[in-house]
């Protein structure tokens, strides 16, 4: 008897997130093949926008909230959101509700907190909901792990993006020094306060490279972006790689 995907019948929807479907496409197109890889009916609905972490973030407050009355609207219909980005996660189920309080409209509440509940990181998705950690991947490379800011403090992933990694067939993991450091970007932060974000940002990509990593990996690609661009710029050979284009890789794919 053949044993049933993990997913299998089950309908998901992708939250792509705005710097991924603009900046970063291959990472939503990982997580669709890995999802339909693990049986799973993956929908993209086309009504989606930003989370309005941005506009929450710097205080906009009133201008972030049509982006959470949409959230709440496009993802209504899913037992299941799925994202590959702890921040975008965290800023859903941490500051949506607070925004929707805000507002006294008590069904919008409702909603939100509900569709809140319902979205998950990647890791999170694979591991608590599917109850897989070896997802079939395949990757022999050298990699070190930055866990983001947003994914350990808000969305609180905490290791399931290690178990994960560990299960990966034909991977070596190097511990990366100061990994609980910050790596700079943190969203505005980074605009409003460039010269400390680029020096975090040094910081963390010298700690890249003490590991001798041939890819740095988290599972956010607007952190991964920082640390890319400053690792480009000191020619270190490293690259920067989501988790879900590791997990989306089988054997025979080139990479």
């Known amino acids: 008897m053949t044993t049933p995907a993990p997913g299998a019948g089950m309908r998901v929807a992708l939250f792509a ?45 009133d201008e972030a909230l049509p982006t959470v009355r949409r959230y709440a609207e496009v993802f209504a219909a899913y037992d ?9 996660v965290g800023s859903v189920r941490d500051q949506h509700p607070m925004l929707a309080e805000r507002t006294g409209d008590r069904a919008l509440v409702q909603q939100v907190r509900s569709v809140a509940s319902r979205t998950h990181d990647l890791s999170e998705f694979l591991v608590d909901v599917l109850g897989v950690t070896d997802v079939g991947a395949y990757f022999p490379h050298r990699i070190t792990y930055h866990p983001t800011c947003h994914s350990v403090r808000v969305a609180k992933v905490g290791d399931r993006p290690m178990r994960l990694l560990k299960a ?12 609980e450091q910050c790596c700079g970007f943190g969203g505005t932060f980074s605009m409003k306060n460039p010269d400390v974000s680029v020096a975090m940002g040094a910081d963390k990509a010298h700690h890249v490279m003490e590991t001798g990593a041939e890819y740095v990996v988290t599972g956010d690609n607007s952190c991964l972006m920082h640390i890319g661009g400053v690792l480009s710029r000191l020619n270190s050979g490293i690259r920067p790689i989501h988790l879900a284009e590791i997990l989306a890789t089988t054997e025979g794919a080139r990479r």
């Open 17 to 61: 997130t705005c710097i991924n479907d603009t900046m970063f496409p291959q990472t939503p197109k990982a997580v669709v093949s890995l999802l339909e890889r693990l049986g799973c009916e993956v929908d993209f609905p086309l009504g989606q926008t930003c989370c309005g972490q941005m506009f929450t973030n710097t205080g906009y407050f």
């Open 80 to 88: 299941h959101i799925v994202a590959p980005s702890g921040s975008c």
């Open 168 to 179: 990966v067939r034909g991977l070596t993991i190097v511990p990366l020094p100061a990994s």
